[in-house]
């Protein structure tokens, strides 16, 4: 059972398409939506945790890529730059997992990737420009 | 008791004791008020966060031919021109004419006064450019050219308040949807509560009835040497106290001054609120001598015992309503949530209180090593004692 992050960003022409249920239907794989939002006249973005074998994760892959919707690993997308941080805290009462923590006997504030759903709440949030999606 | 006089001399022998406003609560603790005002010489605070009213004079050199500048631009963001021929006053919240403000609500505010001084501070070429209608003595109309921290004549931080008193704690208790204020991002049912002081370390919270700290107050001012040229505009002592003498509201305000050429942009920094504008984030340190007992037992306040108010951003802080949903103290605040109608708010600073710390060390070292020597206010603040 292999557990992949990714951010999906569909097409317009693709935005009507049933692919989460196509990925769990047709390729058995567990599906945890994260994050999914989709603009008018625009693309759509979906963050995902997608769950299954080495083979079914590979199929479902593969199936996306052929639907033109581009797929990048979670980990890269959103990026704290740690010296333009100052430390204020005014992003952390709107992360909503704790991927953005704050040491209360050091104040600092840190950032842990591992955690970090990209729900970008905390870009608006921050008055530095310290967090910033990288697409 | 002591002098600034006597506490002077100590600082030039490299023998004052000097201790920062977290570290003076556990020596009163320990020793008690009357060992810890004749122990310890000096108190140093500090705080970092969003100041508006903050700006800067700055004087560039003139053209040949000469010009009587009427309007000037620096990097795109308007100044005041208003004052003489090549004297601007760069604000800290001015925007640049083609900003886009909330035109997209709500709008990002990337680039303004605040990050023009960032910028100069961080010695970055800056764009100038200024028209005129043309004089006998003054014939140019119209110039563009770059200028930079060290081509300018006079750089002048002044900044008309600063570094308040306690400030509220800010809520959205009636809108359907999130707010974007001054105090950031307010969302709705209360779902969370920011706050901007640094508590036990800020300076006028340690000098309650601005006992020291007053006009002519030598202060750390954006990594430089500032003073305190008069008290803030709102300058407000009489809000309600408690029985520390500490104010329960925003209070007094401090005017600064300092030059620009000396700052860094570590401690001056340009910000962007969101559905809001930009500002200038400063790092303020003041130095309190400890001149009798009564001073260090201000300086040893506690954040559990400094109360501020909690107040309404959707409804009522635009409306002038002025209404209180509550106190609480900067111990709740800085631990991360606070009982708000009986729900748990999380909390969040705009000011930094590892920067506040930072610039008290700073301020603390500096005075111990002789390089910093403090100043007897050439006239008090008002006090509304």
Not at chain 1, 87 to 112: G, N
Not at chain 2, 36 to 57: H, I, L, Q, R, Y
Not at chain 2, 253 to 259: M, Q, R
């Amino acid at each position: 059972m292999i557990k992949k992050r990714v951010v999906l960003t569909f097409p317009h022409e693709i935005v009507s398409q049933p692919v989460v249920y196509h990925l769990v239907k047709d390729y058995n794989l567990m599906i945890n939506i994260l994050r999914a939002r989709v603009t008018p006249q625009e693309q759509g973005r979906l963050v995902v945790e997608i769950s299954g074998s080495k083979k079914e994760l590979e199929a479902g892959m593969n199936y996306l890529a052929e639907l033109n919707i581009d797929i990048q690993s979670l980990a890269r997308d959103i990026k704290w730059h740690e010296n333009k941080c100052v430390h204020c805290t005014a992003c952390i009462p709107h992360c909503p997992t704790d991927a953005i923590s704050l040491d209360r006997d050091t104040m600092k504030v840190s950032f842990d990737k591992e955690k970090c759903i990209a729900c970008e709440l905390c870009i608006s949030a921050c008055p530095y420009q310290a967090i910033e999606i990288v697409i | 008791m002591k002098t600034y006089k006597e506490i002077n001399e100590k600082i030039r022998k490299g023998e004052a004791v000097v201790v920062t406003a977290e570290e003076i609560i556990d020596i009163v603790e320990e020793k008690g008020t009357k060992r810890a005002a004749k122990e310890v010489d000096v108190v140093t605070t500090g705080t970092f966060a969003p100041m508006c009213s903050s700006g800067a004079f700055i004087n560039f050199k003139n053209s040949t031919p000469k010009i009587r500048a009427q309007k000037v631009w620096l990097n795109g963001v308007n100044t005041y021109a208003g004052l003489a021929a090549t004297d601007v006053y760069l604000g800290a919240t001015e925007l640049p004419d083609e900003d886009l403000l909330n035109k997209v609500f709500p709008g990002s505010f990337k680039y303004g006064g605040g990050h023009v001084l960032e910028d100069l501070v961080a010695g970055r070429h800056i764009k100038l450019r200024a028209i005129s209608y043309g004089t006998d003595c003054y014939p140019k109309r119209e110039i563009e050219t770059v200028i930079d921290i060290k081509s300018v004549n006079q750089a002048i931080l002044t900044n008309p308040r600063n570094a308040y008193q306690n400030y509220n704690v800010a809520i959205n208790k009636y809108s359907e949807r999130t707010i974007y204020t001054y105090m950031g991002i307010l969302r709705s049912k209360i779902g969370n509560a920011n706050y901007c002081s640094a508590g036990q370390l800020s300076p006028l919270l340690n000098d309650p009835f601005y006992k020291t700290i007053g006009i002519g107050t030598k202060i750390f001012l954006g990594g430089g040497e500032g003073f305190v040229y008069w008290e803030g505009t709102q300058h407000n002592p009489s809000v309600k106290r408690g029985t520390n003498g500490v104010v329960r509201a925003p209070a007094g305000t401090l005017a600064v001054v300092g030059d620009l050429k000396q700052m860094s942009p570590e401690w001056l920094k340009g910000t962007s609120i969101t559905g809001y504008g930009v500002t200038l984030t400063i790092g303020i340190g003041i130095p309190i001598p400890i001149l009798s007992e009564d001073i260090v037992k201000y300086t040893a306040v506690k954040d559990k015992d400094i109360y501020t108010q909690i107040v309404d951003y959707s409804k009522d802080y635009p409306n002038g309503v002025n209404k209180s949903y509550g106190e609480v103290n900067y111990k709740q605040l800085r631990d991360g949530y606070i009982e708000i109608e009986g729900k748990q708010v999380p909390t969040g600073a705009l000011s930094s209180y590892k920067k506040a710390r930072e610039i008290a060390e700073i301020l603390k070292n500096k005075i111990k090593k002789g390089r910093f020597e403090l100043t007897k206010p050439v006239k008090s603040l008002s006090s509304g004692e």
